[in-house]
């Protein structure tokens, strides 16, 4: 959902860009960070508590709560908020498989 | 290792007026800002400063930061941008992340101006999707031009909730109502009166009990709190909301101080954590200097002030005085004390005599 | 109580309104009934009508004599706590500062509204548009006068 017309500030029209979420195949603008783009789509579960085993969606946008941490490009960990959207990329929710290496 | 006569760490406010201050001094500067875009809040400010005309009044705060941003140019001030300070040390050196790769850099001064990260609130479901940050809802409106939701409660009075609920207006969303717990609404009159003819409710005495939703928010609890924060049974509300604003305070981002050992205090009417300081903005590491909210939330209109008196100190410790030292430590000292002289600088006056500043 | 709901009382509203008498000329109306630092109206206004003084907290002070109505103050206002008020053959003018979408055109017929955000029982109607390079619109609206201390901006338009 985004913005039609804003009294005070002017969204320029922006080149879109082609990324993936899950698999799903969606569009953002130039300039979006991930985060944006993945809520102007609708997303709302960003990451899993592993403890809880509850829903986490984007919260401080500034990297400060680490709810919107994603696996992009196969990097773990990528705080989707403060991360600018790049063509091509492939966002996933991270995989709740804790690994103990002994 | 790079090496540098100033290390600014933050690129909002407070960070980039003591760039501009220690630049003119003579020094070689470096600033690293861990976001992508130099401006802090100011970014996504798009309402009107308050203050005087020294602290840019009637400027819009993205206005606010182009004109602190474009000062950098022509001075000799490295910016580095997606740069993570990951650690202080005692000597003076800060290590970096950045893009994949780390490094160290040292300098003769360092001026802390990292700013403050939003306070959240505990109520059952306070962890559902569709609870933001009221600057994480600026963020996504005003720099991306992306809706939170369509019908909107925010929950603080402080300026910070008033405005954003305004802005939220502005871009078209609802604002069902916006939730105080105390008795009175802590920002300023004006703000409120704005949302007020809006035809937003300002609910006092009121906080959120809960949240309802499965896996994302579709409603909320309200509950009436009496003289001593008790809830009221039986004053339940339910309200119908895809978007929860929390706006409850900020709190200094105090870490790369208190990891490096630096005398800190928690004081309530500051925010949190924050650095004993000498007058000269000098915190008990020597030569590393504090300016801005990570000192004590204040607006930005201080933290304006607050960076150009650290780069002013920082550079004297440097052995770099400014070509107008005397006459700026004199007016800049001036001006802070007329900012906080009024009703509205009570609650930073006690915090101030708290660490020791006030007299 | 303002401090509670931020809706200035009847009183307070007429405290900032000079007599009657004197609106046969536009006159600067400040709704600042808080202290806080700032001063944009003073240094703003081109014939020294506004008075706060080197404590930027003091609550602005307007000299009806020497204010001409401009509306430079209203437009710079930080709180958009500033309007221009005239009354002229039984009718309320209002220069009022406008931040919102759509924004109004001229000879349109609008619902009014109070400090506390209800529609009033008649409509205003648009006199004239002032958009600015500063995105703060000043919107000209006439209403009945007896509105003269309720009305303070416009809601939706009347389809």
């Known amino acids: 959902m985004r913005v039609d017309e804003h009294p005070i500030l002017k969204f320029e029209k922006k080149n879109i860009i082609h990324f993936t979420f899950n698999g799903q195949d969606m569009i953002g603008y130039d300039g979006d960070t991930i985060a944006a783009a993945l809520v102007d789509n609708g997303i709302m579960k960003f990451s899993q508590s592993v403890i809880h085993d509850r829903p986490r969606g984007f919260y401080c946008a500034i990297g400060n709560c680490g709810s919107c941490n994603m696996t992009v490009n196969d990097i773990k960990d990528v705080k989707t908020c403060m991360t600018l959207l790049e063509e091509g990329m492939k966002v996933e929710n991270e995989s709740q498989e804790v690994i103990i290496n002994d | 290792m790079i090496e540098k006569d100033l290390v600014v760490i933050g690129g909002g406010p407070a960070g980039l007026s003591a760039c501009k201050i220690a630049a003119e001094a003579g020094m070689k500067v470096a600033v690293f800002e861990r976001s992508f875009a130099l401006g802090g809040q100011l970014i996504k400010q798009t309402h009107k400063f308050f203050g005087s005309e020294s602290q840019y009044a009637k400027v819009r705060g993205i206005e606010i930061a182009k004109i602190l941003i474009k000062d950098l140019e022509g001075t000799d001030t490295e910016i580095f941008l997606n740069a993570t300070v990951v650690g202080l040390y005692k000597d003076n050196i800060i290590t970096v992340y950045q893009n994949g790769r780390y490094f160290k850099v040292k300098a003769k001064a360092i001026v802390i101006a990292t700013g403050a990260s939003e306070k959240f609130l505990a109520f059952e479901n306070n962890d559902l999707p569709g609870i933001y940050g009221a600057g994480a809802v600026q963020t996504l409106m005003n720099i991306h031009g992306v809706l939170p939701g369509k019908e909107v409660v925010m929950v603080g009075s402080g300026n910070i909730g008033l405005i954003v609920s305004y802005q939220l207006i502005q871009a078209g969303v609802k604002v069902k109502a916006l939730v105080e717990a105390a008795g009175k609404i802590g920002g300023y009159g004006v703000h409120a009166s704005k949302l007020r003819r809006l035809g937003v409710p300002i609910l006092t005495n009121t906080t959120v009990k809960r949240a309802i939703g499965k896996d994302k928010l579709e409603k909320i609890i309200t509950v009436k709190l009496d003289q001593n924060w008790n809830e009221i049974s039986g004053s339940e509300e339910e309200i119908a909301c895809d978007a929860l604003c929390i706006s409850v305070g900020l709190s200094p981002l105090h870490q790369l101080l208190s990891m490096a050992e630096a005398n800190m205090l928690y004081v309530n009417e500051l925010g949190g954590l924050v650095p004993i300081k000498t007058c000269d903005y000098e915190t008990s590491l020597k030569g590393v200097f504090a300016a801005g909210d990570v000192t004590g939330i204040e607006e930005a209109s201080s933290a304006m002030v607050e960076g150009k008196i650290a780069g002013l100190m920082a550079a004297k410790h440097s052995g770099f005085i400014h070509p107008e030292y005397d006459k700026l430590e004199n007016q800049l000292n001036n001006e802070l004390c007329v900012l906080r002289q009024g009703p509205c600088g009570e609650k930073i006056r006690c915090g101030l005599k708290k660490v020791g500043e006030l007299a | ?159």
């Not at chain 3, 046969?24 to 109306?29: D, N, S, V």
């Not at chain 3, 109004?104 to 619902?111: D, F, S, Y």
């Open chain 3, 1 to 159: 109580m303002i401090e509670k709901d931020g809706v200035a009382t009847l009183e307070m509203v007429k405290s900032r309104f000079p007599k009657k008498e004197v609106l046969f000329r536009p006159k600067a109306i400040i709704e600042c009934y808080q202290e806080i630092p700032c001063n944009p109206c003073e240094t703003s206004c081109p014939f020294d009508a506004i008075t706060i003084g080197s404590d930027i907290n003091k609550i602005p002070v307007v000299d009806f004599d020497k204010c001409t109505g401009c509306g430079i103050c209203a437009k710079v206002c930080p709180g958009l706590a500033i309007m221009i008020v005239m009354i002229k053959n039984g009718k309320a003018y209002f220069k009022i500062p406008y931040e919102l979408l759509p924004i109004p055109l001229v000879g349109e017929k609008w619902q009014a509204v109070n400090r506390n955000g209800e529609i009033l029982d008649k409509p205003c109607f648009i006199e004239g548009v002032q958009k600015n390079k500063d995105m703060t619109t000043i919107v000209t609206v006439s209403i009945e006068q007896p509105y003269l201390y309720e009305f303070v901006t416009i809601r939706s338009k009347y389809e």
